[in-house]
């Protein structure tokens, strides 16, 4: 006889109960373990319990969010739909202490649903009108919190997918390779290239040479790069579709390369291709390309 209980949660799958006599039984419950597996993405720990598995993609941006944006766990988890104990045990392995990371309860906790049905019914209210409604409530805070509050749940308009090219100081760089012909190299002639970075706010540039595209050239160009603008790293880096940055790409789903995921993990930057034949995008750094 097998007794296999299974309780599920909104992301997590906890085994906890499995009981049988035969060595079938037991491969039998092994082979529903690794079916979960396969289909949810999840593995099981030592103490039985499935727990998902979390792309280098999601790490490297929970960790952004968390160093760059400042953003508190429960705010993470919301964003990008996990579980707040995957943010947590994200942040934990690498470096932040538990005591950082417990959750407060906020004064404006009670108002969220407010401010969804709200914005439901008028999406494009101002906050602060929508904070005097939340006054006359009984809300005892002030504007300024309040308006992050409504900005996070405020429905985001489908024409927002474009990238603008006004931007904040220190908010975002364009990257990309630059072809500068041959060059003698001992008796053979050489392709090079060099790694370009450009701020977007100041247009301040950064070049290298190297004598290839190779991946380890590329993060060695940000390296550089970061060092050179003395250490300020941009909140968010723009890039072609070169093999070093997207993996594969299927209209508007990218699966990114590991590297670059785990070298935007540790200096906590967000990647982002720009979409194909979107020269509006990297219109900036073309123009400095060619000077």
């Given amino acids: 006889m097998i007794l296999l209980k299974i309780r599920l949660h909104s992301h997590r799958v906890q085994w906890f109960g499995v009981t049988a006599q035969k060595s079938p039984a037991r491969n039998a419950v092994a082979y529903v373990v690794r079916m979960l597996e396969a ?5 099981v720990d030592t103490l039985g319990k499935l727990r998902m598995v979390i792309s280098k993609e ?3 941006e929970v960790l952004r969010l968390h160093y760059a944006e400042k953003w508190r766990k429960g705010t993470i988890a919301a964003q990008l739909r996990v579980h707040h104990s ?3 045990r994200i942040l934990v392995q690498n470096g932040v202490s538990p005591a950082q990371l417990r959750m407060r309860p906020s004064i404006t906790d009670a108002y969220v649903d407010f401010i969804k049905g709200v914005l439901k019914e008028h999406p494009r209210l101002n906050a602060t009108r929508i904070f005097h409604m939340a006054r006359e409530r009984g809300y005892p805070g002030g504007v300024d919190w309040f308006r992050d509050i ?9 024409e927002e997918a474009r990238l603008h090219l006004s931007t904040l100081p220190g908010e975002q760089a364009q990257i990309d390779w630059a072809s500068f012909g041959k060059i003698k190299v001992g008796n053979e002639e050489r392709k090079l290239y060099a790694f370009v970075m450009v ?7 950064f070049l290298r040479f190297f004598l290839n595209q190779a ?8 390296i550089a790069a ?5 250490g300020r790293v941009p909140r968010k880096c723009l890039y072609d579709n070169c093999k070093v940055v997207v993996k594969e790409r299927l209209g508007d789903a990218i699966v990114y390369n590991s590297d670059l995921l785990a070298l935007a993990g540790h200096y906590h930057f967000q990647p982002i291709a720009v979409p194909p034949r979107s020269p509006e995008h990297i219109r900036t750094f073309d123009k400095k390309q060619r000077v």
Wanted: charged share 20%; proline share 2%.
């Fill in 39 to 43: 289909r949810l993405g999840m593995v």
């Fill in 58 to 60: 999601i790490e490297a």
């Fill in 86 to 88: 995957t943010v947590e």
């Fill in 150 to 158: 409504v900005s996070r749940y405020r429905p985001r308009v489908a």
């Fill in 199 to 205: 701020l977007s706010w100041s247009r301040q540039i």
């Fill in 215 to 222: 991946t380890a050239n590329f993060q060695r160009g940000h």
């Fill in 226 to 230: 970061f060092e050179f603008f003395g």
